[in-house]
């Protein structure tokens, strides 16, 4: 016989096994005991909650010939039918793939015949956001007033996608992500039942790991369990099947962050990368990380939020006293939006490494949440006896308080410019006129200067305007409009000038100083 994964082993045959959804159970064995049945239910939730499961149960409970407090007693000749997927009184449908208004028709002509045993006829629509919008227009008439024997089961992940004329018509029912707590015991009972020797730190993480989903829970325990068959499946063993890493690297991690330590962390980013680590999930764990931090900053009594062992706790308490709630916030804020770049990127490696050391080199970044951690740079160097400022930085005492100022460093003045140069920088904005509109609109917030070999340099204010006026189609478009009116080959540059700086810290407005030098002439 064939191996048997065991979300589909264990999946549960009666609504007592349903794990984490206590209310939505509870509601429905007591319209199944009081036969206050509903005719469309709509199951709502994130993947492996238990949506289908249920689904299946309340098929068998309605069907039963002798339900227990509203449960299937599962030894009927109606439950065990509808166990082994022979019944024809329960149809399962998959809308992902029968999505179209002639699947929906069949339905329309199949409920005209009453079940040919048992008392309804369910029909379990799974995905049922994928159906098309003819195939939900089909299918409104039918579910607002079905046969007295017919059942709707609407199961689906995005609700959002169901039109209302459809949500309206149904009992909605939302599955919650179960918790940490419940995925942990009811793999705990599997795994005895299995007689498999596993950690229950090991058991902990697979279940934090699941996010609320005890299937994915159960997928993880069996690719786990499949690794190391016959041998003790440790914590350690699970990090290195899912490729995670262990919290005392997220710890030194963050001490060398704090130290500013640029050489200490890539050489912690090697050791992950040989060790085979995903790097995505790493950013995912460590941004948990820093959230635990946070919790334990905020507040002295978050032994029971946090899900970390006692040690670890220690260690928590001690790191908090290490960092500023304001820093914290930023990296988690760095690391969530890292997470999400990390998904789609063909270069992790250097997109984590890039981050760590922005966050190693705060004077390497200009948004304004990164000034403390600027200064406290600054006043780490001072405490260390690092006299020097770095280059183009100058230290401020005022009233005893330090303060960190850039020197405004300015731009070399430049060389003589040619008289094609002054000629076409003189008519630039009388020759802008004749550009495409789009291009014209763009140029009017550029500002000429000066670049190296007398290239008329072209500085726009933003990444979108540098995009468009830097691009081949319109850098051609400006030199053929230079050639046509001046009767002179001109090289272009176009550059876009830097969040938070000024035009006349960078560069030189040659613009300006050739029309001084015209009022001069005209003096």
Known sequence: MSYMALYRKFRPDEFEDVKGQDAIVKTLKNQIKSERIGHAYLFCGTRGTGKTTVAKIFAKAVNCEHPVDGSPCGECETCRAIAAGNSMNVI?????????????????????????????????????????????????????????????????????????????RCQRYDFKRITIETISARLRELIDKEKWDVEEKAVRYIARMADGSMRDALSLLDQCAAFYIGETLTYDHVLEVLGAVDTEVFSRLLREILEYNVQKVIATVDELVMQGRELSQMAADFTWYLRNLLLVKSSDDMEDVLDVSTENLKRLKEEAQMVEADALIRYIRVFSDLTSQLKYSTQKRVLLEVTLIKLCRPAMEVAQDTLLDRIRAVEKKLEEGVCAAPAQEKIVYVSGEIHAEEEKKKPELPQALTEDIKAVVKDFRRLTVEASPMLRTYLKKARLSAGEGNRLMIVLPDAVSAGVVGSEEHKQEIQRIIEDKVGKSIDIEVRQLEEGRRFEDNFVDIEQLIHMEITVEDD
Do not use: W
């Open 92 to 168: 399962e449908i998959d809308a992902a793939s029968n999505n179209g208004v002639d699947n929906i028709r069949e339905i329309r002509e199949e409920v005209a015949y009453r079940p040919t045993e048992g008392r309804y006829k369910v029909y379990i629509i799974d995905e049922v956001h994928m159906l098309s919008i003819g195939a939900f227009n089909a299918l409104l008439k039918t579910l607002e007033e079905p046969p007295e024997y017919v059942i709707f089961i609407l199961a689906t992940t995005e609700a959002h996608k169901i039109p209302v004329t459809i949500l309206s």
